[in-house]
């Protein structure tokens, strides 16, 4: 996923910020300012000038679990994309009540959350929609872990036997 995000300093630069969707890895791409990644794997300094630097960092929201990070430039944070209330974390992480299935039922219902994150925030459809969607694709995460769990049970007692 692609953002902008708009540096006020001197005129109005734009940043483009590439968000991975599965790994959430973020590069950071400006073609006429100097971006040097610092130690901190999350931190980056901006050369405006030869004496000028601002310091932008990458901050993971709900635990690293959102694929969308917020930038705090300065010590004053910026939201990359629309801020969502505790409804809305607790609709998308539905799926995550797959943890209790051991690590296949984690992977699943990671990557539906996850889903459910973007989707939320994607503003090309009407808001029932996205919610009957979210729902969908926690149904689809459920019968997907219960169809996997019976054909690695069902594989395991073949060998055995």
């Not at 960092?57 to 300065?74: M, S, T």
């Not at 029932?128 to 979210?134: A, L, P, Q, V």
């Amino acid at each position: 996923m692609k953002y902008e995000f708009k540096l006020n300093y001197p005129e109005d630069k734009v940043i483009d910020i590439n968000v991975s969707f599965w790994s959430g890895a973020v590069n950071i791409n400006f073609d006429e300012l100097n971006i040097i990644r610092q130690s901190n794997l999350n931190e980056y300094k901006i050369q405006i000038s030869k004496d000028s630097f601002r310091f932008l960092k990458i901050k993971r929201q709900l635990f690293g679990l959102d694929p969308i990070p917020k930038i705090v430039l300065d010590s004053v944070e910026f939201d990359l994309a629309q801020s969502l209330r505790w409804y809305e974390y607790l609709l998308c992480c539905i799926p995550l009540i797959l943890i209790s299935g051991g690590a296949i039922g984690g992977f699943i219902g990671l990557m539906g959350m996850r889903s459910n994150l973007w989707l939320i925030r994607n503003n090309k459809y009407p808001t029932y929609i996205r919610i009957f969607m979210i729902f969908l694709i926690g149904c689809l995460s459920f019968l997907g872990y219960k169809e996997l769990s019976r054909g690695i049970a069902t594989a395991v007692r073949l060998i055995r036997s």
